[in-house]
């Protein structure tokens, strides 16, 4: 069964720590993105990557990293930099028709 | 700058029909998008429009002009099922999307 998944489904995080949120796909895509909603807004891009082992910062990139070492794989790690992580965070792929994002779950991050 | 504008809530009565507007100023453009999300969801692709005039997929129907920057999404026989918002994304000269902030749109019995 083909599709995108994150997870956690809610990630709680306290003062100073990092958190890494998942996001698979055996959809065979190339493209990858994680995107941030907040209540009232649009999505922000945060990183994305086009290929494997390579990966470019978004909108909205300080306080975020990731890596791509695998096709399947595109982790996001929200640093003790980011001072205001609470939000939705989505993991997309990019498929037909041309560029049509289609997005995991979510994970909700909140912090203690 | 790049800018996305949509009504941030709209109302409709069931059995009904709405549009929920879109324009868009853009550097350059390779197609806009709407896509559904329910509350606490991810979003889900509804239409792709690049050319001008009018997709029609069931309900739902999507209409563009290049030439205003201007989009609109119609649904008809309105169901409670689709209170929801409205994301209206546009892919721009860089083949980047960029997102309006939604239209929540509420349905009444």
């Known amino acids: 069964d083909g599709g995108i998944t994150q997870s956690p489904k809610y990630l709680f995080r306290k003062e100073g720590q990092n958190v890494t949120l998942s996001c698979e796909q055996n959809?065979?895509?190339?493209?990858m993105y994680w995107y941030r909603q907040d209540p009232g807004q649009g999505l922000r891009l945060i990183y994305y990557?086009?290929?494997?082992?390579?990966?470019q910062k978004g909108d909205i990139a300080e306080g975020y990293s990731v890596s791509r070492e695998k096709k399947e794989s595109f982790p996001l790690t929200v640093t003790s930099a980011q001072k205001n992580p609470t939000a939705f965070y989505l993991c997309a792929t990019t498929g037909q028709p041309q560029e049509t994002q289609y997005f995991g779950p979510g994970t909700r991050l909140l912090v203690l | 700058g790049q800018n996305i504008d949509q009504p941030t809530e709209m109302t409709a009565t069931e059995g009904a029909i709405v549009q929920i507007n879109c324009t868009y100023q853009?550097?350059?453009?390779?197609?806009l998008f709407w896509y559904q999300q329910h509350a606490g969801e991810a979003p889900t692709f509804l239409s792709y429009n690049v050319l001008d005039g009018l997709e029609e997929k069931g309900r739902f129907s999507s209409f563009l002009s290049r030439s205003k920057g201007y989009s609109y999404l119609l649904l008809k026989e309105l169901q409670m099922k689709d209170s929801a918002s409205y994301l209206c994304?546009?892919?721009?000269?860089?083949?980047?999307?960029?997102w309006g902030a939604g239209t929540k749109l509420i349905i009444k019995p």
């Open positions: 994304a546009v892919l721009d000269s860089n083949y980047q999307l960029i």
């Open positions: 853009t550097s350059g453009f390779n197609g």
């Open positions: 959809l065979n895509h190339d493209a």
């Open positions: 990557s086009q290929i494997v082992n390579d990966f």
